[in-house]
Each structure stands twice: as structure tokens, then as C-alpha cells.
């Protein structure tokens, strides 16, 4: 009898602390969803990249940027960087472009905010304009619209809301295959179990998002405190001695996170996943043709610049990844991403750039990605930028003399469109 009642005690404390631990979690839920927006920090730890997004609700540029993962705004701070007033991490700029400058309007993501920390001047659209402005001796000016953890949803709504204002002569939009795919699109290519609880539950995502932070060794701080006040009119600016404090040799992450997001990344070219890449390129490649027909209606150019990931430039980093992976999906095609976008581009005769071949035939010193990071050091920058201004002058999409009486849409031959 006595161990009847002990049972029945235990019973209902048991059921009255689940009963709590429930309420708690829901409580907890309820005001993740609540105050995900009014909080930059919170709503970077509540990131899932597979989720669709959609952005023709906003109506201004600072609001999109608002509604990115880390939630820019005007004057705001990241690391080394004070942001223009528009909030970006490039050079102030007036919608009105000067008479004498060949402008360009740069989209993209964190390969092309600040690959994970590279001094400004030494990120690949900096070095595309210094080069590109010295072969042609002309004025270029080379904007970075840009924000970590985005895709080509929110670049598009970035053209549409600021990027037409500019008047571009060029736009590039940076792609990078290794998660440009799934960023926004709602398909994702993993279906276990932990990718089912992020993204049905933002307190799953929360805890998993905060201990993977914790593995995070070398990387940035999300924001510097630069001292500068919001109430000041003009940002744009690195600031003084950043750039000696940058050093490639540091690792990002720890061995075994950074060996995750490349495995997770993988399963783009996974054979077995055929199907599911083939429903990501079509919505991608949907959204890059939308933005590239509103760029040319503007009476712009434009380029998409196709970034290759990590493993797939890199032989040993391949083989070790593929072993942890599962027998059925150790059958990869790892020029599948590039092949198949270019292909569905080049039929809508959308001009590209594949970096693949350059990046995997570069020699292997000085390294072209930072240590244990997917982010190009300031070598993989210089590289980038290098090839791209090489592609903008031989297909005639620059400034200077070689423009002058050409037919600017008819390529070179071995071209990539």
C-alpha cells in the first residue's frame, strides 16, 4: 500500500513538472514569435537557411534590412566597419551617379559583405574596381549592396527597393552554390530530425543555434563599438588599424563544426538528391532570371557570378568529407550545381562567370580560404576579382574605348553565357 501511494506521488510530480517544462517551452515559444523582429541578435540565433522567405511585403531598404539575419541598419557597426547611411558596408554613395564614373551595384552575401572579416579593400569587388579602373582609365565606382545569411530573394527585393535607384552601368550578382540554393527556398535537402524540429520550432532553433555559436574560435564579433554615434550623417569607413588585426591563419570554426556545414553542404551534390536540386534550381534559378530582366530592362548589364564552395575546389577536404557520409549518398556530382544553373542561364542568355575551374587550378600558396572557414581569405578575394574584371573587359561589359561602337550583348567566343 505504502508503495502505492509513493508511486502515485511520483506519478503526479512527474506529470505536473511535464506539465510545467510544457508550459514553460510554449510560453517561450510564444515570445520568440512575438519578438523575433524587434531584435537583431534574437532573430540571428532563430536563423534556418531551408525556410521560404518571401519579401514583397517591404516597402523601403532599411526595413529588408531589417528583416535580414543580423538586422543592419543605417550607421550600425560590424566589425572594423562603420556602415554607410544607407546601411551598408561600402563607401557612402549618392543615388545620383556622377557624370564621369562607370557605376556597378554588387549583390550578394557574406562572400560579399566581408568574407568573414576581410579588410574592405581587400574584398573581390574592391579589387574588381581598382583593376577594372586601371585597364580602362576611367572613374569606376563599385557598389556593395550586400548582407550576410541572404539569398536571391532578398537580393532581388534589394534591386527593386535600391540598387535601380543607383543607375548601374553593371550589376553582379554573387552566387554562391553552397547554399544559395536552399537560403529562402523552403526545399531543404536534409530531412532528419533535427532539421524537422528547425523548422517547425524557433525554441529547437534558438538551443541549436546557441551551441553551435559556441564552437565559433576565430571569427568576428557580430558588432565592433566603434564610437561613432547614430547621430552622425555619414558611415562608409573602415576603421584605422583594422586591417593589421586581419589574419587568414586564424581558425573560424573548430575542426569538427567546420567539417559540418561542408558535409551538410554536399548533399547539393549528392546523387541520390537529383530531384530535390533539380526543385532548388528551378526556384532559384526562377529568381536570379527575374532579377536579371529587371537589371536589363534599367538599361544595365549584368553578370552572375557563380561561386564555387569549399569542397568542391579541394580533392582532400572531398574525400575526407565523403567518408562520414552514409553509403547511399557517397555518389557525388560536384560540378552538378554550376553545370546545371549555367545551362538553365545560358538558355535565357543571362550572362556568367564560373569561378570552379580558376579557384581548383589555383596554386595552393597563399591559400585562397581563410583557415577551417567556407569564406575566401583576401587571396581568394584578390583572385575573384582579378577573373571577374578579365571577363567584364573581354566581353566588352565595362568602361573605356572597347565599348565604343560594339554590340555589347554579343559575346566573345568561349564565353560563358
Not at 49 to 56: A, K, M, P, V
Amino acid at each position: 500500500m505504502r508503495l502505492q501511494k509513493l508511486f502515485a506521488r511520483i506519478g503526479v510530480r512527474a506529470v505536473v513538472i511535464v506539465f510545467g517544462i510544457a508550459m514553460g517551452l510554449g510560453v517561450l515559444e510564444f515570445g520568440l514569435r512575438v519578438g523575433r523582429h524587434r531584435s537583431a541578435g534574437l532573430n540571428a540565433l532563430l536563423y534556418s537557411s531551408d525556410l521560404q522567405t518571401e519579401y514583397d511585403d517591404v516597402a523601403t531598404t532599411e526595413e529588408l534590412l531589417a528583416r535580414g539575419t543580423l538586422g543592419y541598419k543605417p550607421l550600425g557597426h560590424t566589425p572594423g566597419f562603420v556602415l554607410n547611411s544607407r546601411g551598408f558596408r561600402t563607401d557612402e554613395y549618392t543615388e545620383e551617379k556622377p557624370a564621369d564614373v562607370f557605376r556597378v551595384v554588387a549583390l550578394g552575401d557574406s562572400f560579399t559583405f566581408d568574407s568573414y572579416g576581410v579588410p574592405i579593400d581587400q574584398m573581390w569587388h574592391q579589387v574588381f574596381e581598382q583593376q577594372l579602373s586601371r585597364r580602362s582609365g576611367r572613374r569606376v565606382q563599385v557598389l556593395s549592396l550586400s548582407a550576410p545569411a541572404v539569398g536571391p530573394r532578398f537580393e532581388l527585393r534589394l534591386w527593386e527597393l535600391e540598387g535601380r535607384r543607383l543607375d548601374p552601368d553593371l550589376v553582379v550578382l554573387a552566387f554562391f552554390v553552397g547554399n544559395d540554393f536552399t537560403d529562402e527556398a523552403g526545399v531543404p535537402l536534409d530531412h532528419g530530425l533535427d532539421a524537422g524540429l528547425a523548422r517547425h520550432s524557433l525554441t529547437f532553433r534558438l538551443l541549436r543555434n546557441w551551441v553551435r555559436l559556441r564552437t565559433v574560435e576565430g571569427a568576428p564579433a557580430l558588432e565592433a563599438d566603434t564610437g561613432a554615434s547614430d547621430s552622425e550623417s555619414r558611415g562608409g569607413f573602415e576603421l584605422p588599424g583594422y586591417a593589421a588585426t586581419y589574419d587568414p591563419d586564424v581558425p573560424t570554426y573548430d575542426a569538427p563544426t567546420f567539417e559540418r556545414i561542408e558535409r551538410d553542404r554536399l548533399r547539393i551534390y549528392a546523387g541520390p538528391d537529383r530531384a530535390r536540386f533539380e526543385a532548388l534550381l528551378a526556384d532559384a534559378g526562377a529568381v536570379v532570371e527575374r532579377l536579371a530582366r529587371e537589371v536589363q530592362r534599367s538599361g544595365a548589364d549584368i553578370i552572375v557570378l557563380l561561386i564555387p564552395d569549399r569542397a568542391q575546389t579541394e580533392l582532400a577536404l572531398q574525400r575526407r568529407l565523403q567518408r562520414t557520409l552514409e553509403p547511399g549518398e557517397r555518389e557525388l556530382e560536384l560540378d552538378r550545381p554550376q553545370r546545371r544553373l549555367g545551362a538553365f542561364l545560358s538558355v535565357r542568355e543571362v550572362p556568367t562567370l564560373d569561378l570552379l575551374a580558376t579557384f581548383r587550378g589555383a596554386p595552393p600558396d597563399p591559400a585562397l580560404y581563410k583557415r577551417r572557414d567556407p569564406h575566401w581569405s583576401a587571396a581568394g578575394n584578390r583572385l575573384a576579382g582579378i577573373t571577374l574584371a578579365d571577363f567584364v573587359v573581354a566581353h566588352g561589359l565595362g568602361p573605356g574605348p572597347e565599348m565604343a561602337g560594339s554590340d555589347r550583348n554579343q559575346p566573345s567566343p568561349g564565353s560563358s553565357w
